[in-house]
Each structure stands twice: as C-alpha cells, then as structure tokens.
C-alpha cells in the first residue's frame, strides 16, 4: 500500500462547479500537510498548505483529519484555469520524508 | 530573485553517456532535493541535502550521485545512462523551518 494515496481521476466537471479531493495517508507521524498544483509539463507549485483547524484561501478551502489521516482540497465555483493535476503532500519531521501522492488529475470544461 | 533554476532544460543521451544536471537557488534555503517523475508515478526522491557539503540517499539513488560545494547549488550526475532514466528531473529547495518546497522548471532527459 501507497504511503500516500490519491485518486487519480480523472475528475471531468463544468465550470462554476463545486470539487473535492480527498487524500489518505498510511503514517501517523506525518506532520506537514500541503496540496500542490501541477500543469502539463510544468513543475509542482505550492497551492496551500493544510493546518489542523482547516484553512481556506478564496475558492480553496483545505482540512485535515488526523483521526481518519485523510487531507481533502475543495475548489469552489471552478474556473478553466483550475484544470491541472493536484499533488498531495505529506511531511515528516525528518527532511528526507516528504511524500508526494501520484496526483488527482481535474479537467474544467467549458 | 530567480528562485530555483536547473540547466539544461532538455537532454538525449545514448546509453553509456554521462552528464550533470546542475540546480541553483537563490532563496539561501539549506535543504535541496532531487526527484524524477515518471508518467502514472509520484514524485521520488532521489538524492537530497541538508545543508552544504552534505548529502543522502533518497528513494532511488542508484545510479545517480550528487554534490553539493556551495549552498546554492545542488549537482545531479549520471556516470552511466542507460534507458531508465528516462525521467523528468525536478531540482527543488526549502527553507529549515517551512515545509514548503519550491520546484525547478525541470530536465527531460530521454537516454536511447
């Protein structure tokens, strides 16, 4: 079993529509909790990063559930320019453990 | 401030060739990591470092080697290509306290 675990979608939705993700991971000593973005052919960019009592950034709100060690991202009112794969991340203590998920790839369509 | 650079951007090699990717950041971080990303596959950690002059073994290390004499530079090199490592190589760098990493533009490197 993956230590980090992704769907891989991919996710095919119409503009304005409301998506969730959801991420599940396999360590109770992680950490750090971040979602990143990546467009085709492009390097991972930082998205958000997750704190435990939930945090949103316009239409992008992030939670943890420690309990259950999933992360979940949800885009609001999404745009064409959303369409990208989105990388969830987890961190231990150590510099060395930083687990990336084979992403979830969303398509916005017109 | 150009962030985290890596040079070259493409590379074919033939089997048996080697070749450094170089990776500079700007952003004084300590830590530097190398990954390759293949299709259908993660991000692996390949080889990484915690400060200048220190390196360690990540995910997939075989075959590869690294260095790093200054603090803004962390060296990829292949002595002996051969065709699975066919890759995209992202170089990327954080900070000691943040957990955020920031990401090079990537290599693709094709070996035949």
């Known amino acids: 079993r993956k230590e980090v675990e992704q769907d891989p979608g991919p996710f095919n939705v119409p503009e304005g529509a409301t998506v969730a993700f959801n991420c599940t991971y396999s360590n109770s000593a992680s950490q750090s909790f971040f979602w990143y973005r990546q467009d085709c052919r492009k390097e991972p960019k930082l998205l958000m990063s997750?704190?435990?009592s939930g945090n949103e950034d316009g239409r992008f709100t992030a939670q943890l559930n420690r309990a259950s060690q999933y992360i979940s991202l949800l885009i609001r009112d999404s745009k064409l320019s959303d369409s990208a794969t989105y990388l969830c991340v987890v961190k231990h203590s150590s510099a060395s453990k930083i687990i990336f998920g084979s992403g979830t790839r969303l398509s916005i369509r017109p | 401030n150009a962030g985290v650079t890596q040079t070259p951007k493409f590379r074919v090699l033939k089997t048996g060739q080697s070749m450094t990717l170089l990776c500079a950041q700007d952003m004084n971080h300590e830590y530097m990591y190398w990954y390759r990303q293949d299709p259908g596959m993660g991000l692996r950690l390949i080889h990484y470092?915690?400060?200048?002059?220190?390196?360690a073994k990540g995910e997939v290390p075989d075959g590869y080697n690294v260095s790093r004499l200054k603090k803004q530079n962390f060296l990829l090199g292949l002595e002996s290509a051969a065709p699975s490592q066919t890759s995209v190589y992202f170089c990327a760098s954080s900070s000691l306290l943040a957990g955020e990493q920031y990401f090079g533009p990537g290599t693709r490197l094709t070996v035949t």
């Open positions: 997750v704190y435990s």
């Open positions: 470092s915690v400060g200048e002059g220190t390196t």
